[in-house]
Protein backbone atom coordinates (compact mmCIF):
# COMPACT_ATOMS: atom_id res chain seq x y z
CA UNK A 1 0.00 0.00 0.00
CA UNK A 2 1.27 3.68 -0.53
CA UNK A 3 1.71 5.62 2.10
CA UNK A 4 0.08 9.16 3.22
CA UNK A 5 1.78 12.34 2.70
CA UNK A 6 4.97 12.67 4.53
CA UNK A 7 5.00 16.84 4.81
CA UNK A 8 8.60 18.29 4.46
CA UNK A 9 7.52 21.59 6.18
CA UNK A 10 9.29 24.85 5.55
CA UNK A 11 10.71 25.46 9.18
CA UNK A 12 14.18 26.38 9.14
CA UNK A 13 16.63 26.00 12.37
CA UNK A 14 16.32 29.72 12.79
CA UNK A 15 12.49 29.96 12.86
CA UNK A 16 10.33 29.63 16.07
CA UNK A 17 7.02 28.79 13.70
CA UNK A 18 6.19 29.13 10.70
CA UNK A 19 2.68 31.11 9.84
CA UNK A 20 0.33 31.12 6.54
CA UNK A 21 -2.58 33.80 6.56
CA UNK A 22 -4.72 32.79 3.39
CA UNK A 23 -7.92 33.27 1.67
CA UNK A 24 -9.31 30.69 0.09
CA UNK A 25 -12.07 28.96 -1.59
CA UNK A 26 -10.97 25.00 -1.65
CA UNK A 27 -9.34 22.72 0.45
CA UNK A 28 -6.72 20.56 -2.12
CA UNK A 29 -4.01 19.62 0.19
CA UNK A 30 -4.26 15.92 0.78
CA UNK A 31 -4.22 13.84 4.66
CA UNK A 32 -0.37 14.05 5.44
CA UNK A 33 1.40 13.78 8.51
CA UNK A 34 4.76 15.80 9.96
CA UNK A 35 7.07 15.67 13.07
CA UNK A 36 6.40 19.77 13.95
CA UNK A 37 3.13 20.66 15.68
CA UNK A 38 0.47 22.36 14.18
CA UNK A 39 -2.33 24.81 15.23
CA UNK A 40 -4.81 25.29 12.58
CA UNK A 41 -7.80 28.11 12.72
CA UNK A 42 -10.32 28.23 10.01
CA UNK A 43 -13.27 30.58 9.69
CA UNK A 44 -16.13 30.57 7.58
CA UNK A 45 -15.52 26.67 6.81
CA UNK A 46 -19.10 25.25 7.82
CA UNK A 47 -19.62 21.99 6.05
CA UNK A 48 -15.83 21.14 5.49
CA UNK A 49 -14.40 17.31 6.51
CA UNK A 50 -11.58 17.30 9.29
CA UNK A 51 -9.75 14.35 9.63
CA UNK A 52 -7.23 13.69 12.30
CA UNK A 53 -6.58 10.16 13.16
CA UNK A 54 -9.91 7.64 12.69
CA UNK A 55 -11.61 10.79 13.87
CA UNK A 56 -13.93 12.45 10.66
CA UNK A 57 -16.05 14.89 11.10
CA UNK A 58 -17.47 18.33 9.46
CA UNK A 59 -16.55 21.41 11.29
CA UNK A 60 -18.82 24.81 11.74
CA UNK A 61 -18.09 27.98 11.14
CA UNK A 62 -15.08 28.12 13.32
CA UNK A 63 -12.33 25.38 13.74
CA UNK A 64 -9.74 25.29 15.89
CA UNK A 65 -7.26 22.16 15.79
CA UNK A 66 -3.54 21.27 17.09
CA UNK A 67 -1.98 18.20 16.40
CA UNK A 68 1.36 17.48 17.94
CA UNK A 69 1.28 13.71 16.86
CA UNK A 70 4.24 12.63 15.20
CA UNK A 71 2.89 10.91 11.78
CA UNK A 72 -0.89 11.43 12.86
CA UNK A 73 -2.57 11.52 9.74
CA UNK A 74 -4.92 14.51 9.24
CA UNK A 75 -5.91 16.78 6.70
CA UNK A 76 -9.68 19.13 5.74
CA UNK A 77 -11.16 18.17 2.56
CA UNK A 78 -13.79 20.48 1.02
CA UNK A 79 -16.71 18.47 2.19
CA UNK A 80 -19.85 20.34 2.21
CA UNK A 81 -18.26 24.06 1.82
CA UNK A 82 -19.27 25.70 -0.72
CA UNK A 83 -18.08 29.18 0.62
CA UNK A 84 -16.07 30.98 -1.57
CA UNK A 85 -13.88 33.15 1.14
CA UNK A 86 -12.88 30.87 3.87
CA UNK A 87 -10.13 32.06 5.78
CA UNK A 88 -7.45 29.62 7.47
CA UNK A 89 -4.24 30.23 9.48
CA UNK A 90 -1.75 27.32 9.72
CA UNK A 91 0.76 27.69 11.96
CA UNK A 92 3.75 24.98 12.61
CA UNK A 93 6.50 24.62 14.70
CA UNK A 94 9.12 22.46 16.14
CA UNK A 95 8.59 20.09 18.92
CA UNK A 96 11.50 21.10 20.36
CA UNK A 97 10.68 24.71 20.26
CA UNK A 98 10.03 24.73 24.09
CA UNK A 99 12.09 22.20 25.01
CA UNK A 100 11.08 19.65 28.44
CA UNK A 101 13.39 21.91 30.60
CA UNK A 102 11.21 24.82 30.35
CA UNK A 103 7.87 22.53 29.69
CA UNK A 104 8.48 21.16 32.82
CA UNK A 105 8.53 24.31 34.78
CA UNK A 106 5.19 25.20 36.96
CA UNK A 107 4.10 27.76 34.64
CA UNK A 108 3.61 25.81 31.72
CA UNK A 109 2.05 22.49 33.68
CA UNK A 110 -1.07 23.43 31.74
CA UNK A 111 0.42 23.56 27.46
CA UNK A 112 2.62 20.66 28.40
CA UNK A 113 -0.46 18.79 29.20
CA UNK A 114 -2.29 20.13 26.44
CA UNK A 115 0.68 19.20 24.07
CA UNK A 116 0.72 15.72 25.45
CA UNK A 117 -3.15 15.22 24.77
CA UNK A 118 -2.67 16.48 21.31
CA UNK A 119 -0.81 13.57 20.32
CA UNK A 120 -4.12 12.05 19.58
CA UNK A 121 -5.16 15.32 18.10
CA UNK A 122 -6.81 18.52 20.35
CA UNK A 123 -10.55 20.67 19.12
CA UNK A 124 -10.56 23.97 20.84
CA UNK A 125 -14.29 24.84 21.93
CA UNK A 126 -15.84 28.08 20.47
CA UNK A 127 -15.67 29.92 23.41
CA UNK A 128 -11.77 29.29 23.23
CA UNK A 129 -11.56 30.48 20.10
CA UNK A 130 -13.16 33.88 20.63
CA UNK A 131 -10.68 34.20 23.71
CA UNK A 132 -7.48 33.95 20.69
CA UNK A 133 -9.20 35.54 17.60
CA UNK A 134 -7.61 39.10 18.15
CA UNK A 135 -4.33 37.01 18.43
CA UNK A 136 -4.84 34.75 15.66
CA UNK A 137 -5.99 37.13 13.05
CA UNK A 138 -3.28 39.35 13.64
CA UNK A 139 -0.16 36.73 14.56
CA UNK A 140 0.61 36.84 10.75
CA UNK A 141 1.30 40.43 9.86
CA UNK A 142 3.28 41.40 13.45
CA UNK A 143 6.62 42.97 12.00
CA UNK A 144 7.81 42.36 15.50
CA UNK A 145 9.34 39.27 15.85
CA UNK A 146 9.75 39.20 19.66
CA UNK A 147 6.21 40.63 20.07
CA UNK A 148 5.24 37.57 17.35
CA UNK A 149 6.52 34.98 19.94
CA UNK A 150 5.02 35.90 23.00
CA UNK A 151 1.54 36.28 21.30
CA UNK A 152 1.84 33.08 20.42
CA UNK A 153 2.50 31.81 23.66
CA UNK A 154 -0.42 33.36 24.72
CA UNK A 155 -2.33 31.70 22.24
CA UNK A 156 -0.75 28.37 23.67
CA UNK A 157 -1.59 29.29 27.37
CA UNK A 158 -5.14 30.39 26.70
CA UNK A 159 -5.90 26.87 24.16
CA UNK A 160 -4.33 25.26 27.38
CA UNK A 161 -7.03 26.38 29.92
CA UNK A 162 -10.40 25.50 27.68
CA UNK A 163 -12.03 22.52 29.63
CA UNK A 164 -14.41 21.69 26.94
CA UNK A 165 -11.56 21.24 24.57
CA UNK A 166 -11.92 17.35 23.05
CA UNK A 167 -9.63 14.49 22.17
CA UNK A 168 -9.93 13.37 18.50
CA UNK A 169 -8.44 10.44 17.52
CA UNK A 170 -8.10 7.28 19.46
CA UNK A 171 -5.34 6.19 21.38
CA UNK A 172 -5.25 3.10 19.29
CA UNK A 173 -5.01 4.80 16.10
CA UNK A 174 -2.40 7.90 17.34
CA UNK A 175 -0.20 5.09 18.99
CA UNK A 176 -0.18 7.15 22.14
CA UNK A 177 0.41 5.83 25.51
CA UNK A 178 -1.00 6.13 28.96
CA UNK A 179 2.14 7.18 31.11
CA UNK A 180 0.97 9.08 34.12
CA UNK A 181 -2.42 7.12 34.84
CA UNK A 182 -3.09 4.64 38.30
CA UNK A 183 -1.38 1.80 38.38
CA UNK A 184 -4.59 -0.36 38.08
CA UNK A 185 -5.57 1.19 35.12
CA UNK A 186 -2.52 1.75 33.35
CA UNK A 187 -2.35 -2.29 34.15
CA UNK A 188 -5.45 -2.90 32.84
CA UNK A 189 -5.35 -0.83 29.84
CA UNK A 190 -1.74 -3.68 28.96
CA UNK A 191 -3.86 -6.47 29.42
CA UNK A 192 -6.00 -5.06 26.79
CA UNK A 193 -3.55 -3.60 24.29
CA UNK A 194 -1.86 -7.24 24.43
CA UNK A 195 -5.29 -9.15 24.47
CA UNK A 196 -7.72 -7.32 22.87
CA UNK A 197 -7.91 -9.82 19.73
CA UNK A 198 -9.31 -12.35 22.49
CA UNK A 199 -12.57 -12.79 24.26
CA UNK A 200 -11.90 -10.52 27.74
CA UNK A 201 -14.25 -10.66 30.44
CA UNK A 202 -14.86 -8.15 32.91
CA UNK A 203 -14.16 -10.91 35.59
CA UNK A 204 -10.75 -11.09 34.05
CA UNK A 205 -10.02 -7.24 34.12
CA UNK A 206 -10.77 -7.43 37.87
CA UNK A 207 -8.84 -10.27 38.64
CA UNK A 208 -5.74 -8.49 37.53
CA UNK A 209 -6.18 -5.74 39.90
CA UNK A 210 -7.46 -7.58 42.68
CA UNK A 211 -11.07 -6.15 42.54
CA UNK A 212 -14.85 -7.51 42.41
CA UNK A 213 -16.16 -6.63 39.03
CA UNK A 214 -18.52 -4.10 40.08
CA UNK A 215 -15.75 -2.43 42.00
CA UNK A 216 -13.63 -2.28 39.37
CA UNK A 217 -15.95 -1.31 36.41
CA UNK A 218 -16.75 1.90 38.88
CA UNK A 219 -13.31 2.43 39.51
CA UNK A 220 -12.44 2.70 35.62
CA UNK A 221 -15.16 4.59 34.30
CA UNK A 222 -14.76 6.99 37.31
CA UNK A 223 -10.95 7.27 35.75
CA UNK A 224 -11.33 7.31 32.10
CA UNK A 225 -14.91 8.11 31.54
CA UNK A 226 -15.71 5.16 29.85
CA UNK A 227 -16.80 1.17 30.82
CA UNK A 228 -14.16 -1.17 30.63
CA UNK A 229 -15.90 -3.10 27.82
CA UNK A 230 -16.83 0.56 25.89
CA UNK A 231 -12.83 1.49 26.11
CA UNK A 232 -12.24 -2.12 24.64
CA UNK A 233 -14.48 -1.74 21.90
CA UNK A 234 -12.84 1.85 20.98
CA UNK A 235 -9.35 -0.09 20.88
CA UNK A 236 -10.39 -2.31 18.86
CA UNK A 237 -11.95 0.32 16.11
CA UNK A 238 -8.92 2.10 16.43
CA UNK A 239 -6.34 -0.83 15.51
CA UNK A 240 -9.07 -1.75 13.01
CA UNK A 241 -9.36 1.86 11.62
CA UNK A 242 -4.67 2.03 11.61
CA UNK A 243 -5.29 -1.68 9.90
CA UNK A 244 -7.36 -0.08 6.95
CA UNK A 245 -4.94 3.08 6.26
CA UNK A 246 -1.73 0.95 6.68
CA UNK A 247 -2.56 -2.40 5.32
CA UNK A 248 -4.17 -4.24 2.64
CA UNK A 249 -6.07 -6.72 4.72
CA UNK A 250 -9.17 -7.49 3.60
CA UNK A 251 -12.02 -6.10 5.90
CA UNK A 252 -13.17 -9.31 7.18
CA UNK A 253 -9.56 -10.54 8.41
CA UNK A 254 -9.31 -7.27 10.10
CA UNK A 255 -12.33 -7.57 12.04
CA UNK A 256 -11.89 -11.37 13.29
CA UNK A 257 -7.68 -9.98 13.70
CA UNK A 258 -8.86 -7.32 16.04
CA UNK A 259 -11.23 -9.12 17.97
CA UNK A 260 -15.06 -8.90 16.91
CA UNK A 261 -16.80 -12.16 16.53
CA UNK A 262 -19.24 -11.37 13.41
CA UNK A 263 -18.46 -9.14 10.50
CA UNK A 264 -21.82 -7.52 10.63
CA UNK A 265 -21.07 -6.15 14.04
CA UNK A 266 -17.75 -4.76 13.48
CA UNK A 267 -19.20 -3.03 10.47
CA UNK A 268 -21.90 -1.27 13.03
CA UNK A 269 -20.02 -0.55 15.64
CA UNK A 270 -17.15 0.90 13.10
CA UNK A 271 -19.77 3.02 10.92
CA UNK A 272 -21.72 4.22 14.71
CA UNK A 273 -18.45 5.55 16.68
CA UNK A 274 -16.29 6.71 13.20
CA UNK A 275 -19.24 7.72 11.27
CA UNK A 276 -18.19 5.53 8.07
CA UNK A 277 -18.25 2.08 7.38
CA UNK A 278 -14.84 0.00 7.03
CA UNK A 279 -14.72 0.39 3.60
CA UNK A 280 -15.93 3.93 2.76
CA UNK A 281 -13.08 4.93 5.27
CA UNK A 282 -10.76 3.09 3.69
CA UNK A 283 -11.38 4.30 0.82
CA UNK A 284 -10.87 8.43 2.20
CA UNK A 285 -7.74 7.28 2.99
CA UNK A 286 -6.62 5.59 -0.14
CA UNK A 287 -7.93 8.57 -2.23
CA UNK A 288 -5.61 11.06 -0.35
CA UNK A 289 -2.68 9.04 -0.36
CA UNK A 290 0.34 9.29 -2.58
CA UNK A 291 2.67 7.19 -4.56
CA UNK A 292 6.16 7.19 -3.57
Known amino acids: MSKVLREITSITDKDCFYIVDRHKSEFTWPIHSHEEYELNFIERGKGVCRVVGDSIEEIG ?30 IQFSPYLLGPDLLARNQFVSVRKMFERARMGVNFSLGAIMRVYCLLDALASKEDHMEQFLDMLKILYELSRDKDARTLASSAFAKSGHDRESRRIGKAKEYISQHYMEEIKLEDLAAIVAMTPPAFSRFFKQHSGRSPMDYIIDI ?12 STSISEICYACGFNNLSNFNRSFKSRRGYTPRDFRALFTKNRVFV
Open 61 to 90: DYELTLVTGDGLEHGWEQGNCHEPDIHEVT
Open 236 to 247: RLGIAARMLVDT
